[in-house]
């Protein structure tokens, strides 16, 4: 009968070759992976080498041109300060103003800087809806910046009677950055553009914020508060139903103070060439006089002097 013999031991230079043997058939493997997904690889590594070199070419190219808006800015910074806002954009031949700064670097921190400033000048010169579209423009950040833009975008929806958007914007103001300098004065604007649109809940809502931070309390605009929420409280005991009310007027802006001298005249064909006689027109016959003149008194004519008697000589 025969045995069974045991399984040999595999010796050393077995364990080797399959080694071996796994090397290559995953290096095949490989290889023919490689082979069959050779374009892809390929473009997909050329493409991680050209986006590192595009953000490091980003960055030198977005530092230089912050330089040049930062030099720009300086420059012109001044005449808006001083409240020269329209020479502040326009700028002059050798300084760009803050529109030309904002259109050229407004991808830059210092171009969206300008842009802020640009928009400010607009709104001041009541140049509204480009004003709107620079604040708009503008990249806010969680700061006074940010939030001061977004209360001049929640006043200019105000203007425009679009009360629950000029709410909204207002209390994002008061969230963006909390400040005893502007919180309470934005939340009271938030209160009053609520009331406006016949929202009283959300109206006393912003007032009770007010009142409920005692670091505020000193504030006028926490006095103005306990003023309008008593007023509201009043209206809802009473069950009063309110109607939006509609836009404001807006107050035009101030007319342009450019001396007649600077002014372009169109001479008129058929003209000389001459200096032009400017009459000023002759008032309507049946225009009334403005209200508040005071009415012209016509003096009353000087008494004739009666002569003196002739004396009669003495008998």
Known sequence: MAQLQPPRAASPSHHEELREDQLVTATFRARGFFEEHRRPITIGAVVVIVLAVLIGAWGWWQNRQDQAAAEALGTILTEYEAGNYEAALEGSDDRPGLLEIAEQYGSTDTGNLATFFAADALYQLGRYDEAGEYFERYD?????????????????????????????????????????????????????????????????????????????????????????????????????????????????????????????????????????ELTPAAPAPDAAPAPDAAPTETPAPAPAETPAPAEVPAQ
């Open 140 to 276: 806010a950040g969680d700061d006074l910046l940010g939030a001061g833009a977004l209360a001049a975008r929640g006043a200019l929806a105000e203007q425009a009677g679009e009360w629950a958007d000029a709410a909204a914007l207002y209390t994002r103001a008061a969230d963006a950055y909390p400040s005893i300098a502007t919180t309470p004065d934005n939340l009271l604007s938030a209160a009053r553009a609520f009331e406006y649109g016949a929202e009283l809940e959300p109206a006393r809502e912003a007032l009770q914020r007010i009142l409920d931070e005692e670091d505020w309390a000193e504030t006028p605009a926490a006095q103005q508060a306990v003023i309008t929420l008593a007023r509201l409280d009043a209206l809802v005991a009473a069950g009063t139903t309110l109607e939006p009310r509609p836009a404001p007027t807006v107050v035009p802006p101030a007319p342009s103070t450019t001396p007649p001298s600077d002014l372009n005249f169109t001479i008129p064909e058929g003209m000389g060439a001459g200096p032009v």
